[in-house]
């Protein structure tokens, strides 16, 4: 690789922050377990099948020591969108994840994550922080042992390495200690879209996606199956690209809560129940995170308002063109520190209130 410096693009400007709808819905809790009013509606026999739902979520063995309780402390939560994976000839097909990680020889390239997220809930379970983090950071990439010899965008430590590949190298990026692990699958915002009856999001600007062939026409729309799918992978046609698309998928699963409590899911044992079933036929989570772990956690969570859940972005110092591995996103190395180092230490009003402009925009504001 070219030891030449690039020239550094800086991305499009962000929208000035409004606080109106930035953060009116706890979307996390969908993220996590989505299923924190379930055990206390219906009785013990629902709480029963609540408990047998998150039992039958399928399990990566990524635990590298004995772990703690989660009770009484902060925790940070890696999350990751894949797709199901197209084999390469000679892979095995029609395996999970899962299975895949567990054979001892993953199947390089077969899967993809273009979505990671670090979730950070601090001990005190007030608040919640999900930071995105773009798919092509140039980071140095570690491998299931913890080494790394090169540099790549970070969305091949997924897909070349698996599930400890991709916990090791955001570790190394951000200096902390990731406490659980879930990746969903793609087909989740399909089907989730279709138990609530359909998520609305606003189109600002009318546009064409050609990679998805899908027009994009100004105005409120309420998306389900393949079509909100659609919405939360397009990035062509998007003035900000891949940066954009994250503020779609933020703003979907902001949209998406919100549909759930504006609907009365929460309190419909037999919609929510459907909505759960969505979620963990499409999960994938660390062995250690047990159902009864799992539902502990979303209920910990019951004290999280309207306006306690923050989105923002990894900071971006801009782009550049590598000669191997085409257009990088270039991270703000001293800004990464400032913020990481803030959600170690549960200082993260702090630093919003310096950089109030970096946190997910309103609803009508995102592309």
């Known amino acids: 690789m070219s030891d030449a410096p690039q020239p550094v693009r800086k991305p499009g400007s962000r929208a000035s922050n409004r606080r109106s709808f930035r953060q009116r819905h706890p979307a996390i809790v969908w993220a996590l377990v989505l299923v924190i009013l379930l055990p206390l509606v219906g009785g013990a026999a629902y709480a029963w099948n609540l408990k047998r739902q998150?039992?039958?979520?399928?399990?990566?063995?990524?635990?590298?020591?004995?772990?703690?309780?989660?009770?009484?402390?902060?925790?940070?939560?890696?999350?990751?969108?894949?797709?199901?994976?197209?084999p390469k000839e000679g892979q095995p097909k029609n395996t999970s994840i899962a299975?895949?990680?567990a054979s001892g020889d993953w199947p390089t390239g077969k899967y993809r994550s273009d979505t990671l997220m670090v979730v950070h809930i601090p001990a005190d379970r007030k608040k919640v922080y999900l930071v995105s983090i773009p798919r092509d950071s140039f980071v140095p990439i570690y491998d299931a042992?913890?080494?790394?010899?090169?540099?790549?965008?970070?969305?091949a430590a997924f897909s070349m390495g698996g599930p400890m590949a991709t916990i090791n190298t955001v570790e190394k990026l951000t200096g902390l200690k990731m406490d659980h692990l879930t990746i969903i699958d793609w087909a989740g915002f399909k089907d989730l879209s279709t138990a609530v009856g359909g998520v609305e999001v606003t189109i600002p600007k009318s546009f064409y996606d050609p990679q998805q062939k899908v027009q994009w026409d100004a105005g409120t729309q309420t998306l389900e199956g393949n079509k909100a799918l659609q919405y939360v992978r397009t990035r062509y046609g998007l003035i900000g690209g891949d940066f954009d698309r994250i503020k779609r998928q933020q703003n979907f699963m902001r949209s998406l809560m919100g549909k759930m409590l504006d609907s009365g899911v929460t309190n419909n044992p037999r919609k929510l129940s459907n909505t759960v079933g969505a979620l963990t036929k499409n999960l994938t989570v660390d062995e250690g995170w047990?159902?009864?772990?799992?539902?502990?956690?979303?209920?910990?969570?019951r004290g999280v308002g309207t306006d306690d859940?923050?989105?923002?972005?990894?900071?971006?110092?801009g782009t550049q063109t590598?000669?191997?591995?085409?257009?990088?996103?270039?991270?703000?190395?001293?800004?990464?520190?400032?913020?990481?180092t803030a959600v170690e230490n549960d200082r993260m009003a702090?630093?919003?209130?310096?950089?109030?402009?970096?946190?997910?925009?309103?609803?009508?504001?995102?592309s």
């Open 350 to 366: 702090a630093y919003l209130k310096k950089y109030p402009d970096d946190v997910l925009p309103d609803a009508e504001e995102v």
């Open 99 to 101: 299975e895949d990680a």
């Open 145 to 155: 042992e913890g080494r790394t010899d090169h540099s790549e965008k970070i969305n």
């Open 290 to 301: 047990s159902g009864t772990a799992m539902a502990k956690l979303a209920l910990s969570l």
């Open 54 to 86: 998150l039992d039958d979520v399928e399990k990566v063995d990524v635990i590298k020591d004995e772990p703690d309780p989660d009770e009484g402390r902060a925790l940070n939560i890696l999350l990751l969108g894949s797709d199901k994976g197209e």
């Open 309 to 317: 859940v923050t989105f923002l972005t990894a900071p971006v110092q």
């Open 322 to 340: 590598d000669p191997t591995y085409g257009s990088v996103v270039v991270l703000q190395q001293d800004k990464m520190t400032e913020l990481f």
